[in-house]
């Protein structure tokens, strides 16, 4: 990474370093707040808090930002990401996914024979409409953590942005799980580089 040569030097900064601050929109521009309302945030926002929803991805790499999830003290989690790979799904998944209402009920379920990752995690209408994903970098957690727990996830719609809005932000999604037993994001692929 360009901005980051050393993988395993820790960068620390008072402000955004570029690669993060040049992948949200500026307080400036006049579309601000029409930005913020298609992430269900408020006017005040931060830019980390905008990157934890946008995720800052840019059609130039595959670079993507998330936040971390916490379990809280009770087991219970919720994380939100935009619906992926809904441009995939059958034309009556499509049109079924243009009708969704804010607050609207989706299930969760596993996918097992998922014909670009194998495993994944598929976001469902309650009439069981394959509408999308979720994010790959929730897959494995949801996969282990719904094997000792089923029954104890849920997704609702959080916001549905129509066309113009980049496909990529079409359908805002909220997942809450309790995860009694279980360290969100505590394996390898999410370990840092460098050493504290």
Not at 169 to 187: F, S, V
Request: glycine share 4%; net charge negative.
């Amino acid at each position: 990474m360009y901005d980051f040569p050393e993988f395993h030097y820790r960068y620390q900064s008072p402000e955004l370093f570029p690669l993060f601050k040049n992948r949200v929109i500026t307080p400036g521009r006049k579309d601000f707040e029409e930005y913020l309302r298609l992430l269900d945030l408020p006017d005040q926002a931060s830019p980390i808090e905008i990157l934890s929803v946008d995720g800052g991805t840019r059609a130039a790499d595959s670079f993507e930002v998330f936040p971390k999830i916490e379990r809280r003290p009770d087991g219970s989690f919720r994380c939100r990401f935009f619906l992926h790979g809904w441009r995939h799904v059958c034309p009556a998944a499509q049109q079924r996914l243009d009708a969704l209402q804010h607050g609207e009920k989706l299930y969760v379920a596993l996918e097992l024979t998922n014909p670009a990752t194998r495993l994944a995690v598929q976001i469902q209408t309650r009439d069981y409409h394959v509408i999308g994903w979720s994010p790959r970098y929730l897959v494995s957690d949801l996969v282990s953590a719904i094997a000792k727990a089923p029954g104890e996830y849920a997704a609702q719609v959080v916001q549905v942005n129509p066309v113009p809005t980049p496909a990529r932000q079409r359908l805002l999604i909220e997942l809450r799980g309790h995860w009694p037993d279980y360290e969100p994001m505590a394996k390898e692929d999410f370990e840092p580089l460098a050493k504290p």
